[in-house]
Structure formats: structure tokens, C-alpha cells
């Protein structure tokens, strides 16, 4: 009894940890701001932090901004330094259930390392007194402070930060880290960040400090151009993957998957890289572009080896064959007797194109069934434009997200395309109807934005029993 009483009660300062954040500006939430320094101000989280005693100079980091892929290198990069033996802050963002997945700790012993409710909420206790003097302050600043402050008090020995939005404005940005990264850069979020590919490699490239070498995904001339030239002004190097570092992807089908394995294996890499070619490496992610993730993952911590000595070709091989990154391209159901369900989190016209070629290479199935919400502020037509023609039937429904869009909006846009959809309320009227249409060698895909897949997977318990008794 006494033990139901303290996990109620820490539950309780949970929420009221939650309730005290939300009442501050939360521009995942509502994005209708500028990004400008008038809007958010680049010196203001370096304020908070200084007046909690810059808990984010207490850890060494390594910094990732990028428009996709950089939670999946955030978590290849966690994951093979906790395989080498260190205990590892990850910060990311969003979510997809419970605000602590943002903030976790890998270690040897745990490979999840979700902060604790009651740790959170003390933690917010402890943000309140910095907060009473410092105006004008965001939710995502806040949360971002008190992971820097877990990370600092739990005296992890590294820590890897993705950039929440943008990166030269962004409240992470206060990192000198040991090496900062970019991941594939395309155009999103145009409205805050520009409507060129070189202004988004600008923000992006923010990030990127004096003298801290500089590691980026292949990107177009223009974005490579700007990142050479933000790198030179900041006197430090920039690696280049497909450049400096080069490499093959081999795909390959199990029996009883509908989607396929896959390896990547180094042809080219730097003389002192912890990696000598050619070397293979097997991916738990699913999809090409993680091969290109992983060779991105594995030039940013052959940047670090030296400061990390256990790091060896051996902690590589297994955080990459283990890594686990829900949400994207992560399948829940599958087997013989039913369809596959399928789940991905794209949420922009590239991520949408990318998700399409997996479908037409990496996957086997009969008829294919699309569950769409996405996000009003998303180029909706580029979304569903490579997808709706590849599926039998698609069905619309809407996250419980303020910036989800109605399903009226994108049956709209859908007929302006040619295709006829269904609507759904919410997302488990939504994966039933489908679930009800499908053929057992068929596959199911929930995507168009983390927050629909957010959604499927707070009810997913429930719905699982009720999808797997209909079959």
C-alpha cells in the first residue's frame, strides 16, 4: 500500500511538472511565430543555463541538426557509445507517447533510460527559481535546460543532442560539442526557415562552432556550398559521406517478412578513421536511407574516437545491428494469416518520396493501405503525391494535435489529385477500417506525421487485441 502511495504521488508532480511547462510558448505545438531573433532570442537559453550554474559545459557532446534522419543518427550514435561501455545522455524531440522518452540515459545496464517521473518533476523545482527572473522564456528552452541538468547531476560521460528546430536559433545551440553534425538536408518548414536549400543549410549549419570539426550527410551543391563556406568562416573541417567516406548497401528478404534486411559495407574512409574499408555492418533500422544514416553515424564518432578509446569496431558493429528507433519504419504486426502494419513517421514531400521507393524496393506485399494524418503547416499535396497512387486505399483521419489538419482539408487535396479516400474520426476507427479491408499478404502503413503514429501507439495495447481477435 505504502508503495501504490509514492507512485501516485509521483505521478501526481509529474503532471503538475507537465501542467507548470505547458504554460509556457510551445512552438511544436503552435508554429506560427517567426524564426528571428526578436522571436527567439538566441541568448536567452544561455541565460537560463548560466543562472543554473551551465549545467551544459558539465558533459562532453555531440551536437546533430538536419531536416531527416538526425533522431535516427542521435540514436546510432547513443546506442554504439553505450555498447562501448559509457553512460549516454540522448535528448530528442518529439515525442510519440510520454514527454521523458526525450530525455534518457543508455547505459550498459539499460538501454531505454527514461528519466524518472519524480527526477523530472525535481527538476522543474529546481527551473522555477531561474525562470521567476528570466522573461520571455519558451516550453522547448525549459525542457531543454533540464535535460542538460540531468545529464550534468548523473555525470553521464557523453551526451548526444538533437536539435529541436532549425539549429542556429535553437535552444540547444548553447553546445560546444566535440563534433557537430548534419544530416540530409531538404525543404521543410520553409516558413521559419526559408524556401531555398541553401537557407535551410544556413540554419542548419548554425550549429557549427570554431574549430570543432564538422561532419554532413551527401546534400545538394547548393546546401554543401553553404556548409563549406560556414565551416571555413569558422576555421574547422567539414566531412563529406559519399566524398570522404563511401559506401555499398546490400538488401535481402527473410521468409515470413514483408520488408527487408540489410547491410552497409565502407569502400572508402580517412586513413585515421576507427573504420578501415571494407568493412560490413548489419542495420536493425529499416530502409535505404539508414545506410546512409549509419555511414553518417560512423564518420561523426570516428571524429570522436580519441576522447572514447573503448569505442571500438566491435561497439560500432553491435549498436548499429541493435539500435531501436520507434516510430519510423517500425512494424507492429506481421506474420502468416494477417496483414502487416507498418508504421513511419514521414512528414514532409521528401520523407513521403523516400517512403514511397521503400515500399516499390523493400517491401513484399499484395495490396498496400495507407492511414494518413498530417500536420497543417506540411506541403500536404507533396505528401500524399508520391504515396496515394501506390496504395489500394487510403484512409484519412486526424491527430489529437492542435496542428493537425482536418480530414476534410485533405480529402480536399486528395481530389484535387485524383484519388478518392475514406475519413476516419480518430486513429483506431481509421487502422480497424483498414485492418477490416485488408488481405492477409497485404501491408498496412499508419504515417503522414509522428504525432498519428504518437496516437496509434497510446491506444496500440487495446487496438492490437481487438485487430488480432478479428483474425
Known amino acids: 500500500m505504502h508503495e501504490r502511495e509514492l507512485t501516485h504521488t509521483a505521478e501526481e508532480e509529474y503532471q503538475a511538472a507537465l501542467d507548470y511547462l505547458y504554460q509556457f510558448v510551445n512552438y511544436e505545438r503552435k508554429m506560427t511565430e517567426i524564426y528571428a531573433p526578436e522571436k527567439m532570442d538566441p541568448f536567452r537559453p544561455a541565460r537560463l543555463l548560466r543562472a543554473l550554474g551551465n549545467p551544459h559545459e558539465g558533459f562532453p557532446s555531440i551536437h546533430i541538426a538536419g531536416t531527416k534522419g538526425k533522431g535516427s543518427v542521435s540514436a546510432m550514435c547513443a546506442t554504439c557509445l553505450r555498447a562501448a561501455g559509457h553512460s549516454v545522455g540522448l535528448y530528442t524531440s518529439p515525442h510519440l507517447q510520454d514527454l521523458r522518452e526525450r530525455i534518457r540515459i543508455l547505459t550498459p545496464d539499460d538501454e531505454e533510460g527514461l528519466i524518472s517521473q519524480a527526477k523530472f518533476a525535481a527538476l522543474v523545482e529546481q527551473l522555477k527559481p531561474a525562470v521567476e527572473r528570466i522573461g520571455g522564456l519558451t516550453w522547448f528552452e525549459l525542457v531543454t535546460a533540464a535535460a542538460f541538468m540531468h545529464f550534468e547531476q548523473e555525470a553521464v560521460d557523453v551526451a548526444v543532442v538533437e536539435v529541436g528546430l532549425g539549429g542556429r536559433l535553437d535552444a540547444t545551440n548553447v553546445l560546444t560539442p566535440l563534433v557537430s553534425v548534419i544530416t540530409s538536408l531538404s525543404l521543410d518548414?520553409?516558413?521559419?526557415?526559408?524556401?531555398?536549400?541553401?537557407?535551410?543549410?544556413?540554419?542548419?549549419?548554425?550549429?557549427?562552432?570554431?574549430?570543432?570539426?564538422?561532419?554532413?550527410?551527401?546534400?545538394?551543391?547548393g546546401a554543401t556550398a553553404t556548409l563549406q563556406e560556414i565551416a571555413h568562416r569558422r576555421r574547422t573541417s567539414l566531412t563529406l559521406v559519399e566524398r570522404d567516406w563511401q559506401y555499398d548497401g546490400r538488401t535481402w528478404y527473410e521468409p515470413q517478412h514483408a520488408c527487408a534486411q540489410q547491410d552497409v559495407?565502407?569502400?572508402?574512409?580517412?586513413?585515421?578513421?576507427?573504420?578501415?574499408?571494407?568493412?560490413?555492418?548489419?542495420?536493425?533500422?529499416?530502409?535505404?536511407?539508414?545506410?546512409?544514416?549509419?555511414?553518417?553515424?560512423?564518420?561523426?564518432?570516428?571524429?570522436?574516437?580519441?576522447?572514447?578509446?573503448?569505442?571500438?569496431?566491435?561497439?560500432?558493429?553491435?549498436?548499429?545491428?541493435?539500435?531501436?528507433?520507434?516510430?519510423?519504419?517500425?512494424?507492429?504486426?506481421?506474420?502468416?494469416?494477417?496483414?502487416?502494419?507498418?508504421?513511419?513517421?514521414?512528414?514532409?514531400?521528401?520523407?513521403?518520396?523516400?517512403?514511397?521507393?521503400?515500399?516499390?524496393?523493400?517491401?513484399?506485399?499484395?495490396?498496400?493501405?495507407?492511414?494518413?494524418?498530417?500536420?497543417?503547416?506540411?506541403?500536404?499535396?507533396?505528401?500524399?503525391?508520391?504515396?496515394?497512387?501506390?496504395?489500394?486505399?487510403?484512409?484519412?483521419?486526424?491527430?489529437?494535435?492542435?496542428?493537425?489538419?482536418?480530414?476534410?482539408?485533405?480529402?480536399?487535396?486528395?481530389?484535387?489529385?485524383?484519388?478518392?479516400?475514406?475519413?476516419?474520426?480518430?486513429?483506431?476507427?481509421?487502422?480497424?477500417?483498414?485492418?477490416?479491408?485488408?488481405?492477409?499478404?497485404?501491408?498496412?502503413?499508419?504515417?503522414?506525421?509522428?504525432?498519428?503514429?504518437?496516437?496509434?501507439?497510446?491506444?496500440?495495447?487495446?487496438?492490437?487485441?481487438?485487430?488480432?481477435?478479428?483474425?
Open 189 to 221: 518548414h520553409t516558413g521559419l526557415l526559408g524556401n531555398t536549400i541553401e537557407s535551410i543549410a544556413a540554419e542548419k549549419g548554425g550549429i557549427i562552432k570554431e574549430r570543432v570539426p564538422v561532419v554532413s550527410a551527401a546534400q545538394t551543391p
Open 265 to 471: 559495407t565502407i569502400t572508402k574512409a580517412p586513413e585515421d578513421s576507427l573504420v578501415q574499408a571494407p568493412y560490413t555492418f548489419d542495420l536493425a533500422l529499416n530502409g535505404r536511407h539508414q545506410q546512409h544514416n549509419a555511414v553518417v553515424t560512423l564518420a561523426a564518432l570516428s571524429q570522436v574516437q580519441d576522447a572514447f578509446p573503448s569505442l571500438s569496431l566491435d561497439a560500432l558493429r553491435q549498436g548499429l545491428a541493435s539500435v531501436s528507433w520507434p516510430g519510423r519504419l517500425q512494424m507492429l504486426l506481421e506474420g502468416p494469416g494477417r496483414p502487416s502494419l507498418l508504421i513511419d513517421g514521414a512528414h514532409n514531400a521528401d520523407s513521403a518520396q523516400k517512403l514511397a521507393s521503400y515500399f516499390q524496393e523493400m517491401c513484399q506485399f499484395r495490396d498496400l493501405w495507407l492511414v494518413l494524418g498530417i500536420t497543417a503547416d506540411k506541403n500536404v499535396p507533396g505528401i500524399l503525391q508520391p504515396l496515394l497512387p501506390l496504395a489500394r486505399k487510403a484512409f484519412i483521419t486526424r491527430a489529437q494535435h492542435p496542428r493537425a489538419t482536418d480530414v476534410a482539408s485533405l480529402k480536399a487535396v486528395a481530389a484535387e489529385l485524383g484519388h478518392e479516400v475514406q475519413t476516419e474520426p480518430d486513429i483506431a476507427g481509421a487502422v480497424r477500417a483498414a485492418w477490416q479491408a485488408a488481405a492477409p499478404e497485404d501491408l498496412i502503413c499508419v504515417t503522414g506525421s509522428l504525432y498519428i503514429v504518437g496516437d496509434l501507439l497510446n491506444c496500440w495495447d487495446s487496438l492490437k487485441s481487438a485487430l488480432l481477435r478479428d483474425r
